[in-house]
């Protein structure tokens, strides 16, 4: 069965500073790899996703995640926070050719200004 | 285009009593999705729905748990008698019809019901 693992629940940055959360997914096989975002009073949304090719994907609003097949994992990156990134972000994992998705537990990003 | 509406946004019941959760998936979108969020925890997939077959339904707690989604539009999500471990935010979610080579890639949520059960 797959499974993703958050290893950050609350973090706390000022404005400016560079971000990585953390994801690891437990799966042998081929993925497809996401990030969610919820942002406050908001539905969670995609932010980004891997499905093949260069491991380096870029999604909205200056975010980036960076597979590493051989570590597991799909670190999202932003070099500089902005206070509207404040959100709970979401690593989700989909085992290719099946539609079910499975999230982790989800980090909270407070961003002060 | 209208998003994916679910209802009602918070609902508050006591322990042993019946609640109806429905979700209206985005116009067109064949696959919909119940996922379940406890406090602090993850995001669990509950069961998913191809029109209006039930796909995959493993993650459903119990059989106090009762998924519908009739003529393949809306889906309603009953949970009967309901238990103070019921409480959680109930997200529905829909996405478009699957490639020939598998999943599309993105899932359209809701912005979920919320039920807190005493």
């Known amino acids: 069965a797959q499974s993703v693992s958050q290893h950050n629940h609350h973090v706390i940055l000022s404005e400016a500073a560079s971000l990585e959360l953390g994801c690891n997914y437990s799966y042998g096989g081929t993925v497809n790899l996401f990030w969610y975002v919820q942002y406050p009073g908001q539905h969670l949304q995609l932010l980004l996703k891997?499905?093949?090719?260069?491991?380096l994907v870029k999604g909205i609003k200056g975010f980036e995640a960076e597979f590493i097949k051989s570590k597991f994992s799909f670190n999202l990156r932003k070099p500089s926070v902005q206070w509207s990134d404040t959100a709970e972000y979401f690593c989700?994992?989909?085992?290719?050719?099946?539609?079910?998705?499975?999230f982790g537990t989800g980090t909270k990003l407070q961003v002060i200004p | 285009e209208a998003g994916v509406t679910q209802f009602p946004s918070h609902s508050v019941i006591e322990k042993g009593q019946t609640v109806t959760l429905r979700c209206d998936p985005i116009s067109g979108h064949d696959n919909l999705y119940w996922y379940r969020r406890v406090m602090g925890k993850e995001i669990k997939f509950l069961l998913h729905?191809?029109?209006?077959?039930?796909?995959?339904e493993s993650g459903m707690p119990n059989n106090r748990f009762l998924a519908e989604r009739t003529g393949g539009t809306y889906s309603t999500l009953k949970v009967q008698p309901a238990e103070l471990e019921d409480s959680g935010v109930y997200f529905c979610?829909?996405?478009?019809?699957?490639?020939?080579?598998?999943?599309?890639?993105?899932?359209?949520f809701g912005e979920g019901s919320r039920l807190t059960v005493l």
């Open positions: 979610a829909s996405s478009q019809k699957e490639r020939l080579a598998g999943f599309t890639g993105e899932l359209f």
């Open positions: 989700a994992v989909n085992s290719g050719g099946y539609q079910k998705v499975t």
């Open positions: 729905f191809v029109k209006e077959s039930k796909q995959d």
């Open positions: 891997y499905f093949s090719g260069d491991p």
